[in-house]
């Protein structure tokens, strides 16, 4: 399995979202080795678009990291990353993109550069705040093959995607690539301040849980759109 590339999609709720996660994989001129997916749901509409994969496994869960340590039981042996489902590949050269950096660096995490797309409106991260700054972002996190796997706490709600990332990061080492390679969809449980990401923050902090309090009627109380371009205003580019 040496430097084969492994995607894991976890969908719960619109198969269009998952379609478009799909056509944005199959659209690639270099294409992933496995892509699992991993529901809840199953719509027959999903199979007209099975027959274009050599590898393609279907999977139901318990919950979302309970789909995730699915993902990654089936994995240890790929360069992995989640694109799930909503989001897509940022450009049909994003998969070959990431096949040249994990030939260079074999043995390590990456994490490349994700846009955050609301409707008509994107976020860049900024160049200083990546490079300086413990940035990490799920659908551009790529894990390297693995002798143990780390997996999910499925205690959390929330914030255990963060988690899994910053002990791969400890444990493997990480390199920062300046390329953008997916575009995540906003509006989801992992940016959307719910009483359960709350809870879930004061695990961690008062500080912590206190910030996520503010937001949590931040986002009450003002249009979602202007929501997210006051959260990210400090650390995004509009793009």
Request: glycine share 4%; aromatic share 16%; proline share 2%.
């Given at each position: 399995?040496?430097?084969?590339?492994?995607?894991?999609?976890?969908?719960?709720?619109?198969?269009?979202?998952?379609?478009?996660?799909?056509?944005?994989?199959?659209?690639?001129?270099?294409?992933?080795?496995?892509h699992l997916i991993?529901?809840?749901?199953?719509?027959?509409?999903?199979?007209?678009?099975?027959?274009?994969?050599?590898?393609?496994i279907f999977k139901?869960?318990?919950?979302?990291?309970?789909?995730?340590?699915?993902?990654?039981?089936?994995?240890?042996?790929?360069?992995?990353?989640?694109?799930?489902?909503?989001?897509?590949?940022y450009s049909k050269?994003?998969?070959?993109?990431?096949?040249?950096?994990?030939?260079?660096?074999?043995?390590?995490?990456?994490?490349?550069?994700?846009?955050?797309?609301?409707?008509?409106?994107?976020?860049?991260?900024?160049?200083?705040?990546?490079?300086?700054?413990?940035?990490?972002?799920?659908?551009?996190?790529?894990?390297?093959?693995?002798?143990?796997?780390?997996?999910?706490?499925?205690?959390?709600?929330?914030?255990?995607?963060?988690?899994?990332?910053?002990?791969?990061?400890?444990?493997?080492?990480?390199?920062?690539?300046?390329?953008?390679?997916?575009?995540?969809?906003?509006?989801?449980?992992?940016?959307?301040?719910?009483?359960?990401?709350?809870?879930?923050?004061?695990?961690?902090?008062?500080?912590?849980?206190?910030?996520?309090?503010?937001?949590?009627?931040?986002?009450?109380?003002?249009?979602?759109?202007?929501?997210?371009?006051?959260?990210?205003?400090?650390?995004?580019?509009?793009?």
């Open positions: 399995m040496k430097n084969k590339i492994a995607i894991v999609t976890v969908h719960a709720g619109c198969t269009y979202n998952l379609i478009k996660t799909i056509k944005s994989i199959n659209s690639q001129y270099v294409k992933p080795d496995l991993v529901s809840k749901n199953y719509d027959s509409k999903i199979l007209l678009y099975k027959k274009n994969y050599t590898k393609f139901k869960d318990k919950s979302i990291y309970n789909a995730m340590n699915i993902g990654l039981k089936y994995t240890q042996d790929y360069f992995l990353f989640f694109l799930n489902s909503g989001d897509y590949l050269d994003s998969i070959k993109i990431i096949k040249r950096f994990i030939n260079l660096y074999k043995n390590k995490c990456l994490n490349f550069k994700t846009i955050l797309e609301y409707k008509n409106k994107r976020f860049l991260i900024k160049d200083k705040i990546f490079k300086k700054k413990n940035f990490l972002s799920h659908p551009s996190f790529v894990r390297p093959p693995v002798n143990q796997i780390i997996f999910y706490n499925e205690n959390f709600k929330i914030l255990s995607d963060g988690i899994w990332m910053r002990d791969n990061k400890y444990t493997y080492g990480i390199k920062k690539v300046n390329n953008i390679v997916s575009v995540h969809a906003l509006g989801g449980i992992s940016t959307n301040p719910t009483f359960f990401s709350i809870k879930d923050n004061f695990k961690f902090s008062i500080k912590s849980g206190i910030k996520e309090i503010i937001k949590y009627f931040l986002k009450i109380f003002i249009k979602e759109e202007k929501y997210y371009e006051i959260i990210f205003s400090k650390n995004y580019i509009y793009k």
